[in-house]
């Protein structure tokens, strides 16, 4: 009780010294050492020259916990195994385009390697015999025909969607085959595999 009657003279001397903005900040000290709770909250004070009023604004912290990494690892480790069990990586799509030329087809899907060997001589002659190579992945959905006819014997080529070879190409085919196309000569060439009717049989 005497420490208390003590703090209290001492704030009463200490207030008649002071400026209203620091009287406000010695009360809210004071009041906190006498409830002996600690002062774990900022304040701050807006003084407005051209007004008589001080605001006390009580700002509260509020800390957010950082980020999992863990958690984040676990979600992307997730999302890959996702990927790999609803569907495969398709490899459809244009490999090089250009307007008024043959178009070339070539039937394979990921990992095809000997595929890689035919666009490498496909893309050796672009310059001179020029032409549109687009890749169908025989292993989509939507490609099942092409899928049952061609599984055993990519890479297939067409040319202007007509079957040209299987298995390799040689550059100097590649620059028959596509000269023909550009004169309107080209006609199927014999031996389009089809491993669905051979399986019928």
Not at 104 to 128: A, M, N, P, Q, Y
Not at 131 to 152: G, M
Not at 158 to 175: E, F, P, Q
Request: aromatic residues 6%; proline residues 4%; negative net charge.
């Amino acid at each position: 009780m005497a420490a208390t009657t003590r703090r209290t003279l001492s704030f009463l001397q200490l207030s008649s010294r002071m400026k209203s903005p620091q009287l406000i900040l010695a009360t809210i000290a004071i009041s906190s050492s006498w409830s002996q709770v600690p002062l774990a909250e900022s304040f701050s004070i807006r003084s407005h020259q051209k007004q008589r009023a001080f605001g006390l604004i009580h700002h509260r912290s509020v800390h957010l916990p950082p980020r999992n990494s863990k958690l984040v690892a676990s979600s992307s480790l997730l999302d890959d195994a996702s990927e790999e069990i609803s569907g495969h990586q398709s490899v459809t799509g244009p490999i090089y385009e250009q307007d008024s030329v043959p178009t070339v087809k070539l039937f394979t899907k990921h990992g095809c390697t000997l595929c890689d060997k035919v666009k490498d001589v496909l893309e050796s002659v672009r310059e001179d015999q020029p032409h549109s190579l687009y890749a169908v992945d025989i292993t989509d959905d939507d490609k099942q025909e092409w899928f049952s006819k061609y599984k055993y014997d990519i890479p297939v080529l067409h040319i202007n969607d007509i079957y040209w070879t299987k298995h390799r190409l040689s550059m100097d085919d590649a620059i028959a085959g596509i000269d023909e196309a550009s004169t309107g000569d080209f006609a199927s060439r014999r031996g389009e595999p089809n491993a669905s009717a051979s399986e019928r049989n």
